[in-house]
């Protein structure tokens, strides 16, 4: 009774009460980690006005009510207030947990999750954020009722957005030069206030996916054709990664042996290699696009044919078969497979399948096929975070102790990075296998190509998983893997010619091209110089013409 008594005197008994009380939480609590990046981003510059620090929260605070009062539009103060605590809580627990930014690509990247994927999440370090940082003051808060008639509520609204817009003001005037600079050498800021750059990420996010008009869709080559040589046979298999870094790759140079099988098999590893983006949603689509990173446009990218259109037009037999959520919309147009994770399959959970199960659907595919010339692409789940346990078998478990839980913050440094490289490793095994099941092919010509779409931050500088805006998104994220495997590395010369190229400066803007030549398509809109195997297919070509 007396805790119920003690929670009365914290409610607020009016409209401006409960704008102040809901705003001054969510800029002293659910802000904190925001407020902690401005002092640090200021006082790291050595000239710095604590007046200006001051004014911060206070301008945060004002911002902050014009706000809410604006989307309550003076009746529905309440769910306006309970909401944005509740998805202000849910952002905390990513900030401070994670060091998540939530920008226009992240809401799309949660958008286009799945179930499963979204359940992964679910732990009970955010059950604790979301209990008290979110439902306890959303209860003290509701117990507000409206009491005061429509004329005193409407008299409160203009009152504090008057007294916020002159405070605001002054705040500008005398201190316009200090924002500007932290502003103008600190961009990412803005991102990290909290709900409202969650809102206006979101915002953008529906303009741009639901309110802007189609744009016609275009057919980029109308006549692209097969070069390969007649009577000839030639399978080529892409694989898609998830998640991996280039990084904790031992055939670049990473200390412990996470490529135990592919060496053996003769694969060649590209060092220097970059992504498009920093999440599947916009890498995916851009590895396999005409535009570049640089000019890379979601709604573009959307309207217009993608490398698997070209090379299904120019007579190849093209299939993609994902065991992640989707292919993002780059095989709408070709013949696609997704494995359901809730098969009897001995390799699935019911939410998952282990990526050995693609081997099946490979080798179905191989031994059905017809055509002359033919391009698999795999999407393995890869290393998903962050339930990285659930990515490999007990037998794959080589690097121990691991950490088999989702709230990856809680496990030592150690465990964390040696459950990653157990999917990295286990990633190694499947591509083996991959090869295995192309050598056992009777095709003249087969192939094997493997690029992740993005890497993986595991607690460096507090950072963890992925999407971080490519501007500040660290190395951990952006330089990924690259293998490459050929039965025409058999070839002296050309083996050689390629152990010269695994330095060079890639990127996924030259996969476009790449895949093109690797299934021997031309196109207008090939551009050679962007083909990695270019220089050294002539060498090929010249060896064999011996």
Known sequence: ??????????????????????????????????????????????????????????????????????????????????????????????????????????????????????LSYLNGSLLFYITVFGVIPSLILGRYKNTQSMLSRIKNWLVVNLICVIVCGLIASLFYQDYASVGRNNRQLGAYITPFAFY?????????????????????????HSTSAPNTKSITVMVVGETARSKNFSLNGYGKPTNAFTPSRGVKSFGNVTSCGTATAISVPCMFSRLSRDTFNQRQAESQENALDIIHRAGVDVLWIDNNSSCKGVCARVNNLTISPTSNDELCDGKYCFDEILLEELKRKIANSEADNTLIVLHMIGSHGPTYYRRYPQQHRVFTPDCPRSDIQNCSALELENTYDNTIAYTDYVLSKIIDVLNNTD???????????????????????????????????????????????????????????????????????????????????????????????STLTVAIGK
């Open 1 to 118: 009774m007396l805790m119920f008594q003690a929670l009365d005197k914290l409610v607020p008994k009016t409209y401006a009460a409960m704008l102040i009380y809901a705003s001054l939480y969510i800029v002293l609590v659910l802000n904190s980690h925001f407020l902690y990046k401005v002092y640090t981003a200021t006082v790291s510059t050595g000239q710095w006005n604590w007046l200006f620090l001051l004014s911060v929260p206070i301008l945060l605070f004002c911002l902050s009510v014009i706000i809410l009062s604006w989307l309550s539009l003076v009746t529905f103060i309440k769910p306006v207030v309970i909401l944005s605590i509740l998805i202000s809580a849910v952002l905390f627990y990513a900030t401070v947990n994670y060091g998540v930014i939530f920008d226009k690509h992240m809401i799309r990247n949660m958008v286009e999750t799945d179930t499963g994927e979204a």
């Open 200 to 224: 206006n990420a979101a915002y953008k996010f529906l303009r741009d996916k639901y309110f802007f008009p189609p744009l016609p869709f275009q057919v980029l080559d109308k006549s692209p």
């Open 443 to 537: 095709v003249q010509t087969k192939s094997m190509l493997y690029i992740s779409d993005h890497g993986e931050s595991l607690g460096e500088k507090g950072l963890y998983l992925h999407g971080f805006p490519y501007s500040i998104a660290p190395k951990e994220q952006t330089e990924v893997p690259l293998l490459y495997w050929s039965n025409q590395l058999q070839n002296t010369e050309y083996a050689g010619c390629i152990d010269k190229l695994v330095m060079q400066s890639l990127s996924h803007d030259d996969i476009f091209d790449t895949i093109l030549g690797l299934t021997q398509v031309s196109s207008k809109l090939y551009r050679p110089e962007l083909d990695i195997f270019r220089t050294c297919n």
